[in-house]
């Protein structure tokens, strides 16, 4: 490849990337965070939100393509894509990307588990079109990043829908010159705002990112032609970003991988609160520290935290709740975890988690760095005058701080088994780990129907 284009150049990547050419530590990772999302996607199903899209979309109707988790049915491979992609981000128990600013795997997830049970793929070519998706979205996000965020976008619902894009493209064995175009009217699909974060229409974002990018796919394959470079142009990505780093996308392509970077998540939480929650765990088991004494709790994080959660101080909702520090740092000292059951209206609502909220006191360091996660330090101020503090830069669940295959295995277990029949759980799990040789089409169906 010998292109200026970046568009086309993302291009010949995707077209280019064979299976034997990917580390195999990067097809472990698809694995890994396939399995992720799928119990992410299975507890999502359980909510009121993720149920009333499927109500409206089912009576519509379309070829029966795909399976809809959880729901005995299938539908047209969009219908799937969005429903499964929103209902495995809901509950933000979904990995991230700490460059990126977003949710690969609720955008990569639905689009190729869709198209691999259609077109009747392994699960290697899934994990390739993972690989490939992947590294497009992140590779498009880091020429933008943070100036998009900063302005105000989702990064999930604008990025994603190059990594749908581009994964559906790799399946769908399109040429070159078709996955131009398709990441172009792709392009015109992205959308999302960070207003609608603590709301359960933010799930949509990565629901219709996963859509916009097979639907992008299919057209470009009939021929629907678009702009040459969406990507550099004067009016491509520039009205998301400027300046646009360009040299993001070129470096290392196809040499150098990044899903090495993902960031697995056990808090139910919006990631940024996720340093100071460890922090925050770690104090509660300290000998002197009892919650019933704390009389003020003080946390100094990351800018980018303060932003995503100090408007949320005093949260009415569950879902708020979880882009809060005050209730994130409320639910862990009481609790002593952060988990999916803690995040519900009626906790919020209690006394006990309203008083300790309304004792913590939020300041940013401009002198933190957002490597692998947002730090903070987190101090309690004891009755009797004494002040505990930890720091934490690195939570469970990051590079350096990592969850293993049993860690992620445990999670699916915790999340699925109120949906799935235990065996149906196992067996999911088994077709992940020799999820080279796993047919897309037995895996699915183990996962159409809620238990009970």
Not at 36 to 45: E, H, K, N, P
Not at 53 to 74: H, Y
Not at 109 to 131: D, F, H, N
Request: aromatic letters at 6%; hydrophobic letters at 45%.
């Amino acid at each position: 490849m010998n292109s200026a284009n970046p568009t086309q150049a993302l291009a010949w990547f995707v077209a280019n990337l064979a299976d034997d050419s990917i580390p195999a530590e990067q097809i472990a990772y698809a694995r890994k965070s396939l399995l992720d999302w799928l119990g992410c996607c299975l507890a999502g199903t359980r909510e009121r939100s993720v149920q009333a899209l499927e109500k409206v979309m089912a009576p519509m109707g379309g070829a029966m393509q795909a399976t809809v988790i959880a729901r005995d049915r299938k539908a047209s491979l969009l219908d799937a894509a969005l429903l499964n992609g929103a209902a495995g981000n809901l509950l933000d128990l979904d990995d991230v990307h700490p460059q990126l600013i977003g949710h690969p795997s609720s955008v990569l997830a639905p689009t190729v588990l869709a198209l691999g049970e259609w077109l009747g793929l392994s699960g290697r070519q899934v994990s390739t079109a993972y690989v490939a998706g992947y590294e497009v979205m992140v590779r498009v996000g880091k020429s933008v990043e943070p100036d998009l965020y900063d302005r105000g976008w989702h990064a999930t619902g604008v990025l994603g829908v190059f990594g749908a894009c581009a994964a559906a493209a790799k399946l769908l064995g399109l040429n070159e010159s078709q996955i131009v175009a398709a990441l172009a009217i792709a392009a015109s699909q992205a959308a999302g705002l960070r207003e609608l974060f603590g709301t359960s229409s933010k799930c949509i974002h990565h629901g219709k990112a996963a859509m916009a990018g097979i639907l992008s796919c299919l057209w470009a394959r009939e021929g629907i032609d678009s702009a040459a470079d969406v990507i550099g142009g004067r009016y491509g990505l520039r009205a998301f970003s400027e300046p646009l780093r360009t040299d993001a996308i070129f470096d290392g392509l196809g040499q150098e991988f990044h899903l090495g970077q993902t960031c697995y998540k056990r808090h139910a939480a919006c990631g940024s609160v996720h340093a100071a929650v460890d922090a925050a765990m770690d104090l509660r088991q300290q000998p002197g520290f009892a919650v019933d004494q704390v009389v003020r709790i003080e946390v100094v994080t990351h800018k980018l935290a303060d932003a995503l959660t100090a408007h949320n101080a005093n949260a009415q909702t569950g879902l708020a709740a979880k882009y809060s520090m005050h209730y994130s740092i409320a639910l862990a000292f009481l609790h002593g975890h952060a988990g999916l059951e803690l995040f519900t209206d009626e906790n919020v609502a209690k006394p006990s988690v309203r008083a300790l909220a309304e004792r913590l006191h939020m300041t940013v360091d401009p002198e933190m760095k957002y490597i692998e996660a947002m730090p903070s330090e987190v101090i309690v101020v004891m009755g009797d005058g004494r002040r505990l503090a930890r720091r934490c830069d690195t939570p469970k669940g990051r590079p350096s701080n990592p969850m293993s295959w049993d860690d992620i295995a445990a999670k699916f277990r915790d999340l699925g088994s109120p949906t799935l029949a235990a065996a149906d759980i196992e067996r999911v799990v088994a077709s992940l780990e020799n999820f080279d040789t796993t047919r897309i089409r037995s895996l699915m169906p183990l996962l159409a129907t809620a238990n009970g």
